[in-house]
Protein backbone atom coordinates (compact mmCIF):
# COMPACT_ATOMS: atom_id res chain seq x y z
CA UNK A 1 0.00 0.00 0.00
CA UNK A 2 1.29 3.57 -0.32
CA UNK A 3 -0.09 6.95 1.15
CA UNK A 4 -2.11 8.76 -2.02
CA UNK A 5 -0.70 11.30 -3.87
CA UNK A 6 -2.93 13.74 -2.18
CA UNK A 7 -2.21 13.28 1.22
CA UNK A 8 -1.14 16.39 2.68
CA UNK A 9 1.86 18.38 2.83
CA UNK A 10 3.27 17.28 -0.47
CA UNK A 11 3.47 19.43 -3.22
CA UNK A 12 1.04 20.41 -5.46
CA UNK A 13 0.70 18.77 -9.08
CA UNK A 14 1.29 22.34 -10.81
CA UNK A 15 4.50 22.71 -8.49
CA UNK A 16 8.16 21.14 -8.70
CA UNK A 17 8.65 17.40 -7.95
CA UNK A 18 5.30 15.73 -9.11
CA UNK A 19 5.89 15.60 -12.84
CA UNK A 20 9.69 15.99 -14.18
CA UNK A 21 10.28 17.67 -17.61
CA UNK A 22 12.66 16.65 -21.03
CA UNK A 23 14.05 20.37 -19.89
CA UNK A 24 14.56 19.71 -16.22
CA UNK A 25 16.47 16.84 -17.63
CA UNK A 26 19.19 18.46 -19.54
CA UNK A 27 19.65 21.09 -16.96
CA UNK A 28 21.04 18.44 -14.61
CA UNK A 29 24.39 18.67 -16.67
CA UNK A 30 24.98 22.11 -14.83
CA UNK A 31 25.41 19.90 -11.64
CA UNK A 32 27.52 17.20 -12.81
CA UNK A 33 31.13 18.58 -11.24
CA UNK A 34 29.16 19.06 -7.97
CA UNK A 35 29.70 15.83 -7.39
CA UNK A 36 32.64 13.46 -8.02
CA UNK A 37 30.91 10.29 -9.86
CA UNK A 38 33.37 9.42 -12.25
CA UNK A 39 37.72 9.96 -12.41
CA UNK A 40 39.24 13.31 -13.76
CA UNK A 41 42.56 13.72 -14.29
CA UNK A 42 42.97 15.62 -11.34
CA UNK A 43 40.02 13.86 -9.09
CA UNK A 44 39.66 10.10 -8.20
CA UNK A 45 36.37 9.26 -8.17
CA UNK A 46 35.76 6.48 -5.20
CA UNK A 47 33.75 4.65 -7.67
CA UNK A 48 36.57 3.42 -9.16
CA UNK A 49 37.34 1.23 -6.60
CA UNK A 50 34.27 -1.40 -8.44
CA UNK A 51 35.53 -4.29 -9.38
CA UNK A 52 39.23 -3.13 -9.00
CA UNK A 53 40.43 -6.81 -10.06
CA UNK A 54 37.54 -7.10 -12.88
CA UNK A 55 39.03 -3.38 -13.87
CA UNK A 56 42.92 -4.98 -14.17
CA UNK A 57 41.68 -7.43 -16.27
CA UNK A 58 39.72 -5.25 -18.84
CA UNK A 59 42.82 -3.06 -19.00
CA UNK A 60 43.34 -0.75 -16.33
CA UNK A 61 45.58 2.72 -17.25
CA UNK A 62 48.19 3.50 -14.81
CA UNK A 63 47.91 7.15 -13.67
CA UNK A 64 50.55 8.37 -11.52
CA UNK A 65 52.13 7.61 -7.96
CA UNK A 66 51.46 8.83 -4.66
CA UNK A 67 52.25 8.61 -0.80
CA UNK A 68 49.92 6.08 0.67
CA UNK A 69 47.22 6.99 2.33
CA UNK A 70 45.00 5.50 4.92
CA UNK A 71 42.50 3.59 2.83
CA UNK A 72 44.43 3.14 -0.04
CA UNK A 73 44.26 -0.88 -1.27
CA UNK A 74 47.37 -2.18 -0.22
CA UNK A 75 47.90 -4.66 -3.49
CA UNK A 76 48.64 -1.43 -5.21
CA UNK A 77 51.43 0.08 -2.50
CA UNK A 78 54.73 0.50 -5.48
CA UNK A 79 57.22 -0.96 -3.54
CA UNK A 80 60.33 0.32 -5.81
CA UNK A 81 59.37 3.77 -4.99
CA UNK A 82 58.67 2.87 -1.48
CA UNK A 83 62.14 0.97 -1.04
CA UNK A 84 63.43 4.08 -3.10
CA UNK A 85 62.17 6.77 -0.55
CA UNK A 86 61.69 4.85 2.79
CA UNK A 87 58.16 5.98 2.55
CA UNK A 88 54.89 4.07 1.35
CA UNK A 89 53.82 4.77 -2.00
CA UNK A 90 50.60 3.51 -3.64
CA UNK A 91 49.83 3.16 -8.00
CA UNK A 92 46.69 5.13 -9.25
CA UNK A 93 44.39 3.79 -11.93
CA UNK A 94 42.01 5.05 -14.39
CA UNK A 95 39.12 2.89 -15.82
CA UNK A 96 39.69 2.67 -19.75
CA UNK A 97 37.50 5.24 -21.61
CA UNK A 98 34.03 4.56 -23.43
CA UNK A 99 32.88 2.22 -21.21
CA UNK A 100 29.36 1.09 -21.16
CA UNK A 101 27.68 2.40 -18.71
CA UNK A 102 23.89 1.28 -18.27
CA UNK A 103 21.23 2.81 -16.62
CA UNK A 104 17.81 0.44 -15.58
CA UNK A 105 15.67 3.39 -14.35
CA UNK A 106 12.21 2.50 -13.01
CA UNK A 107 9.19 4.86 -13.56
CA UNK A 108 6.06 2.73 -12.05
CA UNK A 109 2.97 4.35 -9.96
CA UNK A 110 5.40 2.60 -7.39
CA UNK A 111 6.81 5.45 -7.52
CA UNK A 112 4.60 8.11 -7.49
CA UNK A 113 4.72 9.03 -4.25
CA UNK A 114 6.38 11.68 -1.81
CA UNK A 115 6.52 13.38 1.11
CA UNK A 116 9.12 15.67 0.97
CA UNK A 117 11.12 17.95 -1.78
CA UNK A 118 10.07 15.66 -4.72
CA UNK A 119 8.19 12.03 -5.80
CA UNK A 120 10.55 9.06 -5.83
CA UNK A 121 10.04 9.02 -9.67
CA UNK A 122 11.16 12.49 -10.37
CA UNK A 123 13.96 11.36 -8.16
CA UNK A 124 14.95 8.84 -10.17
CA UNK A 125 14.63 10.83 -13.33
CA UNK A 126 17.15 13.24 -11.72
CA UNK A 127 19.51 10.78 -10.66
CA UNK A 128 19.16 8.89 -13.51
CA UNK A 129 20.28 12.31 -15.62
CA UNK A 130 23.03 13.71 -13.81
CA UNK A 131 24.35 10.08 -14.18
CA UNK A 132 24.23 10.22 -17.30
CA UNK A 133 25.62 13.61 -18.17
CA UNK A 134 28.83 12.82 -15.73
CA UNK A 135 29.29 9.30 -17.83
CA UNK A 136 28.87 11.40 -20.91
CA UNK A 137 31.59 14.10 -19.49
CA UNK A 138 33.68 10.95 -18.98
CA UNK A 139 33.65 9.91 -22.54
CA UNK A 140 31.83 6.69 -21.40
CA UNK A 141 29.04 5.15 -23.61
CA UNK A 142 25.29 5.96 -22.33
CA UNK A 143 22.49 4.14 -22.39
CA UNK A 144 20.02 2.18 -20.77
CA UNK A 145 16.68 0.96 -19.88
CA UNK A 146 13.09 2.18 -18.56
CA UNK A 147 10.81 -0.06 -16.86
CA UNK A 148 6.96 0.48 -15.70
CA UNK A 149 4.09 -0.11 -17.31
CA UNK A 150 6.56 -0.93 -20.49
CA UNK A 151 10.04 -1.11 -21.02
CA UNK A 152 11.77 1.24 -23.29
CA UNK A 153 15.64 0.78 -24.03
CA UNK A 154 18.48 3.15 -25.51
CA UNK A 155 21.58 0.80 -26.64
CA UNK A 156 25.07 2.74 -24.98
CA UNK A 157 26.66 4.80 -26.82
CA UNK A 158 29.08 7.90 -26.90
CA UNK A 159 26.89 10.43 -28.30
CA UNK A 160 24.80 13.27 -26.37
CA UNK A 161 21.99 12.16 -28.61
CA UNK A 162 21.59 8.50 -27.41
CA UNK A 163 21.20 10.21 -23.86
CA UNK A 164 19.11 12.51 -24.65
CA UNK A 165 16.72 9.68 -26.14
CA UNK A 166 17.21 7.68 -22.81
CA UNK A 167 16.25 10.85 -21.33
CA UNK A 168 13.37 11.88 -22.74
CA UNK A 169 12.25 7.84 -22.73
CA UNK A 170 12.35 9.00 -19.03
CA UNK A 171 10.48 11.82 -19.79
CA UNK A 172 7.01 10.10 -21.36
CA UNK A 173 7.17 7.33 -18.80
CA UNK A 174 7.34 10.01 -16.12
CA UNK A 175 4.44 11.79 -16.94
CA UNK A 176 2.65 8.98 -18.05
CA UNK A 177 2.37 7.73 -14.37
CA UNK A 178 -1.28 8.06 -12.63
CA UNK A 179 -1.21 6.24 -8.96
CA UNK A 180 -4.35 3.96 -9.54
CA UNK A 181 -1.98 2.22 -12.72
CA UNK A 182 -1.77 -1.76 -12.05
CA UNK A 183 1.79 -2.57 -11.07
CA UNK A 184 3.93 -5.94 -12.81
CA UNK A 185 5.90 -7.15 -10.16
CA UNK A 186 8.24 -8.86 -12.78
CA UNK A 187 8.96 -5.70 -14.35
CA UNK A 188 11.97 -5.42 -12.61
CA UNK A 189 13.76 -9.04 -12.89
CA UNK A 190 12.42 -9.13 -16.33
CA UNK A 191 14.46 -5.51 -16.86
CA UNK A 192 17.44 -6.95 -15.34
CA UNK A 193 17.44 -10.06 -17.21
CA UNK A 194 17.61 -7.93 -20.54
CA UNK A 195 20.73 -6.12 -18.88
CA UNK A 196 22.18 -9.42 -18.40
CA UNK A 197 21.69 -10.25 -22.58
CA UNK A 198 22.97 -6.70 -23.87
CA UNK A 199 25.69 -5.72 -21.40
CA UNK A 200 29.14 -7.48 -22.14
CA UNK A 201 32.00 -8.01 -18.83
CA UNK A 202 33.18 -4.22 -18.04
CA UNK A 203 30.18 -2.92 -18.12
CA UNK A 204 28.49 -0.81 -15.40
CA UNK A 205 24.91 -1.25 -14.40
CA UNK A 206 23.54 1.45 -12.43
CA UNK A 207 19.94 0.53 -10.87
CA UNK A 208 17.69 2.71 -9.79
CA UNK A 209 14.34 1.56 -8.33
CA UNK A 210 11.89 1.61 -5.44
CA UNK A 211 13.20 0.34 -2.53
CA UNK A 212 10.23 -2.00 -2.39
CA UNK A 213 10.62 -3.35 -6.06
CA UNK A 214 13.24 -5.85 -4.70
CA UNK A 215 11.37 -9.44 -4.97
CA UNK A 216 13.40 -12.74 -5.03
CA UNK A 217 13.39 -12.93 -8.35
CA UNK A 218 15.18 -10.03 -8.83
CA UNK A 219 17.59 -10.78 -6.12
CA UNK A 220 18.19 -13.32 -8.29
CA UNK A 221 18.99 -11.68 -11.37
CA UNK A 222 21.05 -9.17 -9.85
CA UNK A 223 23.44 -11.60 -8.23
CA UNK A 224 23.45 -12.90 -11.90
CA UNK A 225 24.35 -9.49 -13.58
CA UNK A 226 26.88 -8.85 -10.65
CA UNK A 227 29.42 -11.85 -12.10
CA UNK A 228 29.77 -10.05 -15.76
CA UNK A 229 29.28 -6.30 -14.68
CA UNK A 230 30.18 -3.78 -12.26
CA UNK A 231 27.16 -2.72 -10.21
CA UNK A 232 26.45 0.48 -8.74
CA UNK A 233 22.65 0.22 -6.45
CA UNK A 234 20.83 2.93 -5.83
CA UNK A 235 17.40 2.56 -4.37
CA UNK A 236 14.87 5.21 -3.54
CA UNK A 237 12.64 5.59 -0.32
CA UNK A 238 10.65 7.98 1.48
CA UNK A 239 10.47 8.75 4.75
CA UNK A 240 6.85 7.62 5.12
CA UNK A 241 8.27 4.60 3.54
CA UNK A 242 9.96 3.35 6.48
CA UNK A 243 8.09 5.25 9.38
CA UNK A 244 4.89 6.79 9.94
CA UNK A 245 3.63 10.21 11.99
CA UNK A 246 1.23 9.77 14.92
CA UNK A 247 -1.06 11.74 12.61
CA UNK A 248 -4.43 10.09 13.73
CA UNK A 249 -6.53 8.76 10.54
CA UNK A 250 -4.52 8.20 7.14
CA UNK A 251 -5.91 6.69 3.71
CA UNK A 252 -3.92 4.65 1.67
CA UNK A 253 -3.97 3.25 -1.80
CA UNK A 254 -2.77 0.90 -4.04
CA UNK A 255 -5.02 0.45 -7.42
CA UNK A 256 -8.33 -0.03 -6.62
CA UNK A 257 -7.90 -0.88 -2.64
CA UNK A 258 -8.00 1.80 -0.22
CA UNK A 259 -7.19 1.11 3.92
CA UNK A 260 -7.70 3.56 6.67
CA UNK A 261 -4.96 3.26 9.58
CA UNK A 262 -5.08 4.97 12.88
CA UNK A 263 -1.51 6.21 13.25
CA UNK A 264 -1.65 6.59 16.85
CA UNK A 265 -2.16 3.12 17.77
CA UNK A 266 2.07 3.00 18.44
CA UNK A 267 1.79 -0.75 17.88
CA UNK A 268 0.91 -0.12 14.34
CA UNK A 269 3.59 2.41 13.70
CA UNK A 270 5.82 0.30 15.47
CA UNK A 271 5.35 -3.02 12.91
CA UNK A 272 5.54 -0.68 10.34
CA UNK A 273 9.18 1.10 10.84
CA UNK A 274 10.55 -2.63 11.57
CA UNK A 275 9.21 -3.10 7.94
CA UNK A 276 11.29 -0.50 6.63
CA UNK A 277 13.92 -1.74 8.41
CA UNK A 278 13.87 -4.78 6.97
CA UNK A 279 13.74 -3.65 3.48
CA UNK A 280 16.83 -1.48 4.29
CA UNK A 281 18.46 -4.32 5.42
CA UNK A 282 17.36 -6.45 2.48
CA UNK A 283 19.46 -4.29 0.45
CA UNK A 284 22.48 -4.32 2.55
CA UNK A 285 22.58 -7.64 3.12
CA UNK A 286 22.31 -8.10 -0.61
CA UNK A 287 25.22 -5.25 -1.57
CA UNK A 288 27.76 -6.80 0.73
CA UNK A 289 26.90 -10.27 -0.80
CA UNK A 290 27.98 -9.16 -3.96
CA UNK A 291 30.08 -6.61 -2.66
CA UNK A 292 29.18 -3.74 -4.71
CA UNK A 293 28.24 0.29 -3.50
CA UNK A 294 25.08 0.97 -2.42
CA UNK A 295 23.28 4.36 -2.06
CA UNK A 296 20.29 5.06 -0.81
CA UNK A 297 18.07 8.05 -1.97
CA UNK A 298 15.42 9.36 -0.37
CA UNK A 299 12.75 12.68 -1.44
CA UNK A 300 13.95 15.07 1.59
CA UNK A 301 17.89 16.06 1.14
CA UNK A 302 19.01 17.30 -2.29
CA UNK A 303 20.26 14.89 -4.63
CA UNK A 304 23.81 15.96 -5.00
CA UNK A 305 24.28 16.60 -1.40
CA UNK A 306 23.25 12.76 -0.67
CA UNK A 307 25.42 11.49 -3.88
CA UNK A 308 28.56 13.76 -1.85
CA UNK A 309 27.95 12.13 0.72
CA UNK A 310 28.17 8.67 -0.14
CA UNK A 311 30.89 8.90 -1.70
CA UNK A 312 32.95 11.09 1.23
CA UNK A 313 33.23 7.91 2.33
CA UNK A 314 34.64 4.04 1.34
CA UNK A 315 32.06 1.59 0.71
CA UNK A 316 32.92 -1.54 2.64
CA UNK A 317 31.01 -2.72 0.55
CA UNK A 318 32.74 -2.31 -2.59
CA UNK A 319 34.96 -4.86 -3.75
CA UNK A 320 38.96 -4.47 -3.11
Not at 52 to 65: A, I
Not at 183 to 206: K, N, Q, Y
Not at 248 to 272: C, I, K, P, V, W
Amino acid sequence: MQPQASAAGQPTEQGSGIRVSLAELIDMRHRVREVPLFSTPHRRSPLVGLHHSKLRGRGVDFDQVRIYQPGDDVRTIDWRVTARTQEPHTKLFHEERERPIYIVIEQSPRLFFGSGRLFKSVLAAQAASLIGWAALSHNDRVGGLVFGDERQEIKPRRSKQSLLQLLDRVTRANNRLQPDNPIDPDAFSMALRRAREVLRPGSLSVILCDERTLTDAAEQQLSLLARHVDLLLLPLFDPLDHALPAAGLLRFSEGNARLELDTQDADLRQRYREQGEARSARWQRLADRLRVPLMPLDTLHDLVEQLREHLSVRHPSARQ
